[in-house]
């Protein structure tokens, strides 16, 4: 059995206190769990901005989307308003079918200053019922033949 040298213990030599307690003389591998913490905050707040840009792309790539047919059946209604005729004037609501469930039209003809032309203006609208949601308008000149 190994003398106690003063106040350590039997096992301790005053050397290999020291030894622990500095720092300088042990090799220090690995991080701390601040530094480990840290990197974390940095890691979850980088996947919670790219988490929000992604839904964001998603959002706008379906308001183009919707944007976009929308356009094109508000196109497609006015040149089928012109192929009928000189229109009347009032008004007209529809929908465009199965074919693009969703979509609703109304259209309003009203006169001009001039008597042998006649304005058009289409609204093409989706997401909710006439007057909300999301639409797109149009708006064209007729001219009597």
Same mark, same amino acid.
């Given at each position: 059995? $190994?003398? %106690? ?9 005053? %050397?290999?206190? *020291?030894?622990?307690? %500095? ?8 991080? @701390?769990?601040?530094? +480990?913490?840290?990197? *974390? ?6 996947? +919670? +901005?790219?988490?929000?840009? $992604? %839904? ?11 944007? @976009? ?10 040149s089928e308003i012109e192929q ?27 006169? @001009?200053?001039?008597?042998?032309? $006649? ?16 639409? +797109? ?9």
């Open positions: 059995m $190994r003398k %106690n040298q003063g106040h350590f213990p039997y096992f301790l030599t005053e %050397n290999t206190f *020291l030894k622990i307690g %500095n720092r300088g003389s042990v090799p220090q591998d690995g991080f @701390t769990l601040l530094e +480990v913490m840290i990197a *974390l905050v940095i890691i979850a707040t980088s996947f +919670v +901005v790219l988490l929000h840009n $992604r %839904n964001q792309s998603i959002v706008m790539a379906d308001y183009a989307r919707h944007i @976009t047919e929308a356009s094109l059946l508000s196109s497609q209604k006015i009928e005729g000189f229109p009347e004037v009032g008004e007209d609501t529809g929908d465009f079918g199965e074919d693009f469930p969703g979509y609703q039209w109304h259209s309003q003809v009203s006169e @001009t200053p001039y008597e042998q032309i $006649r304005e058009i203006k289409l609204i093409v609208y989706w997401g909710k019922e006439e007057g909300g949601g999301k639409s +797109v308008d149009l708006v064209s000149y007729v001219r009597e033949k």
